[in-house]
């Protein structure tokens, strides 16, 4: 089973840069999309309804702003738009499908802001997430969740972490929600494979030719309960996919 999670910065923009070729050609499973900047009102059939998947989506209430999405090959159970929660579901930051073995989320967390205004906001939703995973699993439920959680955890998952120190998506405060995630059970599954491994980035700044040198951040993760460890067969990241300035991350379960 092909689990992929992707922060496409625009569905409609990265659309016309061969997504859709993409799709058929990586055949997901389930695939967690991020910042899709649209209402389903806004976007054509070849979108909504690709050939073999249900589609789900979650907008903002503005437009052109954040949204994640979800296609699925196997029609889940039950799927949530939202935590129920009107200050974060407004922004269209989570979907929650649930599947027979185990739930699956696609979030996308907010950004700090560069004037770190956003940051409260940003800790409450990351709060409030894993609060939602934890009830879930107090169900009895297996959990994953994946998505573009706008933070590095540690100096080995960005290229320059001396200078990025006090930048959001690396400040300590948000650092610390990760460790809270670890401690609660979660594996960052990814990194659980991969304990030493360096350049292992998911974003790069449009700047500069930062993409060409590897100059990025590991902003995107699979997490999960550690009761699907187990069936865990590998966890990606696809660097070499472009038509974003994030690449898709995915993780392989037997």
């Given amino acids: 089973m092909k689990l992929y999670s992707w922060n496409v910065n625009g569905i409609r923009a990265v659309q016309k840069k061969g997504f ?11 695939l967690g999309l991020q910042e899709t900047k649209a209402s389903p009102d806004q976007l054509d059939e070849a979108l909504l309804k690709p050939e073999g998947y249900y589609s789900y989506w979650a907008s903002a209430e503005r437009k052109g702003y954040s949204g994640v999405a979800l ?3 196997t029609e ?24 027979d073995d185990f739930v699956f989320i696609t979030a996308y967390f907010p950004n700090g802001g560069r004037d770190h205004s956003r940051i409260p906001y940003k800790m409450a939703y990351k709060a409030a997430f894993l ?11 297996p959990v994953i969740f994946c998505g573009d959680v706008n933070t590095s ?19 300590p405060e948000e650092r610390v929600w990760i460790d809270q995630v670890l401690e609660n059970g979660y594996l960052d599954i990814f990194r659980t494979l991969n304990p030493e491994l360096e350049g292992a980035y998911t974003w790069w700044t449009a700047r ?8 990025g ?10 009761d699907l460890r187990e069936r865990v067969v590998t ?6 996919i472009l038509g974003s300035d994030h690449c898709p991350v995915s993780l392989t379960l037997a």
């Fill in 235 to 240: 966890c990606d990241i696809h660097a070499d």
């Fill in 153 to 171: 955890h540690r100096p080995i998952d960005l290229a320059r972490p001396k200078e990025n120190e006090k930048k959001t998506g690396f400040m």
């Fill in 208 to 215: 500069g030719g930062a993409r060409e040198r590897n100059v």
């Fill in 131 to 141: 609060d939602y995973c934890n009830g879930l699993c107090s169900d009895g439920k």
């Fill in 76 to 99: 889940p159970k039950s799927v949530q738009i939202g935590l129920s929660i009107p200050e974060y579901d407004s922004e269209g930051r989570t979907i929650v499908a649930e599947y």
């Fill in 20 to 30: 859709l070729d993409w799709l058929q050609t990586a055949q997901p499973d389930i």
């Fill in 217 to 226: 951040w590991r902003l995107d993760y699979f997490f999960i309960s550690p």
């Fill in 71 to 73: 296609y699925s090959r």
